[in-house]
């Protein structure tokens, strides 16, 4: 086996739970690569907290349950692919992401993306009438509106960017934002009673409680190496004496060196020495010899961010 993903599974469930409970009007988002979950398994728990689920683009959104509503968060400009479920939600932020969804025969619901201090896209103020105008020509239908908010900056200077739309907006179409902690979430909802929000997670709902998860990859080989050897596909120099270890774990499965060029490898809470970037499904590694070394079978600690990685196993641990 290479990369595994392990979860304690009560404490994970349990913050999943706590998370949303929290959070009235909560819409699971799972997309990409399933938050390191992958896309199936994290589905059916998405389905039992939300009658709506957000997935990335047009091309995940067959993944959701028949009996849950699809809400793609990525605009689409080409034809929709035919796995696309009937009553799927799209998302649309300027005029010509409608033309797109004209041009190629489309009609149903969509999200009005509003632009934010993200500058993605979305609609500005400027040119929220045309979008509206524009949907309904093209015979869609508006069902909400959406503001994307940056991870930097406060919760008041979030809740400014809703204070100025809000003035602008259909009154009868809820408003889901993404971002916001509990408190702050809370505390937009308290300030506009009149208004419906909702909010859309991923991050904070599946990795809520970071403890509870833990990736790691075996180790395929072990052998000694010599100060100087040259190893690897780059012809890397051996800096000592020692072992070079063999990591099932590389490119394929998102892993990579940090920017500094550190290891994301660690045993014994040493940081292990990269002897050349990792590439595709193993890694190169080096331990002097004076430094505790794993032994083939043995799993080494891998640091990387989930939503970047591809691993080959969700082990459940029954804590």
């Not at 988002?29 to 039992?48: E, I, Q, S, T, W």
């Not at 990335?56 to 034809?79: C, F, I, K, N, W």
């Not at 070394?293 to 891998?302: A, K, S």
Request: some cysteine; proline content about 6%.
């Amino acid at each position: 086996m290479g990369l595994r993903l392990s979860v304690r599974r009560s404490a994970w469930q349990q913050s999943v739970a706590t998370y949303a409970a929290q959070m009235p009007g909560l819409i699971p988002v799972v997309k990409g690569n399933g938050y390191g979950f992958g896309r199936a398994l994290l589905m059916p728990h998405a389905a039992a907290l939300s009658s709506r689920i957000a997935v990335g683009t047009v091309y995940e959104a067959h993944d959701v349950p028949s009996d849950r509503t699809a809400v793609v968060l990525t605009p689409h400009m080409q034809a929709m692919p035919a796995s696309l479920p009937v009553g799927a939600v799209l998302t649309v932020g300027s005029v010509a992401h409608v033309t797109a969804l004209r041009t190629h025969g489309w009609t149903g619901s969509v999200v009005v993306k509003l632009r934010s201090s993200m500058h993605r896209y979305g609609a500005t103020p400027a040119d929220h009438d045309s979008l509206l105008d524009a949907i309904g020509s093209a015979q869609c239908v508006a069902v909400s509106y959406a503001l994307h908010f940056p991870l930097v900056g406060t919760s008041n200077s979030h809740a400014r960017e809703v204070d100025d739309w809000v003035p602008l907006l259909d009154s009868t179409l809820p408003i889901a934002v993404s971002h916001l902690d509990v408190g702050s979430y809370h505390r937009l909802r308290e300030a506009m009673p009149d208004r419906v929000f909702e909010i859309r997670s991923g991050t904070s709902l599946w990795h809520g409680d970071k403890s509870s998860l833990h990736l790691s990859a075996d180790v395929l080989d072990v052998h000694a190496v010599a100060a100087n050897d040259v190893v690897g596909y780059r012809g890397a120099a051996v800096p000592a004496n020692g072992h070079v270890v063999l990591v099932g774990a590389g490119s394929s499965h998102g892993v990579r060196a940090f920017d500094d060029g550190r290891s994301p490898f660690h045993f014994s809470r040493r940081r292990l020495v990269l002897l050349e970037p990792p590439h595709m499904h193993t890694s190169m590694v080096f331990v002097a010899h004076d430094q505790p070394c794993p032994e083939v079978g043995d799993r080494v600690d891998v640091q990387r961010p989930l939503t970047q990685s591809d691993v080959d196993e969700v082990e459940w641990i029954d804590d």
